[in-house]
């Protein structure tokens, strides 16, 4: 399968290209800054350097893709549109080129009203404040790709921690998961590498949790 992965150089991005470099995929690792790119312990996929913001710039990694992952990320808390632009670019992209499956990190953090009470409170005057702009333009990413005519997947994950990948994870489809504290980024990155391509997960937002 040939696969696309934007946002390559973050830390979720690396282990996604190396598990599928490792399940014998053709890999292109794209990236605002390909320097950052470690050596993968697996093989070394085509890199290509593009940035969201500028438009028409996935057009050419993307082309003949069957399938792409966006990990796209931001450093800071503070205003952004890298999710949303990304999502616009991605679509417009995947479209263009033929792609049959985009699939792209989310938060669990959305969405809050199935906590009990008392964490519900403590997550919407600490959790949500800090978070807020993000997930500003993570729900801003979500109403992109619902509102077009790709076959995408939402993966929806709690706070992300470094880590092995969790033996069972817990996973949900299309609605909130109780106790989803937190998710290592090679549990999602393990989920995302064994489902690409499954249609199961078409137009679904699915929400994974360790343990």
């Known amino acids: 399968m040939k696969l696309a992965v934007v946002g390559a150089a973050g830390r979720t991005g690396r282990l996604v290209v190396d598990l599928a470099l490792a399940a014998g995929h053709t890999v292109t690792a794209v990236a605002r800054t390909p320097s950052r ?44 549109t890298v999710f949303s632009d990304g999502a616009r670019a991605l679509v417009a992209a995947a479209e263009a080129g033929g792609v049959r499956h985009l699939v792209a990190m989310s938060s669990a953090g959305l969405e809050s009203g199935h906590l009990p009470f008392a964490q519900r409170v403590v997550t919407r005057l600490v959790v949500d404040r800090l978070y807020r702009e993000i997930h500003r333009d993570l729900a801003r990413m979500e109403a992109v790709l619902a509102g077009s005519e790709t076959a995408w997947t939402v993966v929806r994950a709690p706070m992300l921690k470094d880590g092995p990948p969790a033996a069972d994870p817990r996973i949900v489809y299309d609605r909130p998961l109780p106790g989803a504290g937190t998710a290592s980024r090679a549990t999602v990155a393990a989920w995302i590498v064994r489902h690409l391509g499954a249609p199961e997960t078409f137009r679904r937002r699915v929400t994974i949790a360790d343990g």
Do not use: K, N
């Not at 438009?55 to 796209?72: E, F, I, K, M, R």
């Open 37 to 80: 790119l470690p050596e993968f312990a697996h093989g070394t996929p085509l890199t290509v350097q593009a940035d969201v913001h500028r438009p028409g710039a996935l057009h050419q990694p993307l082309a003949g893709q069957d399938v792409v992952v966006s990990t796209l990320g931001t450093t800071g808390r503070s205003a952004t």
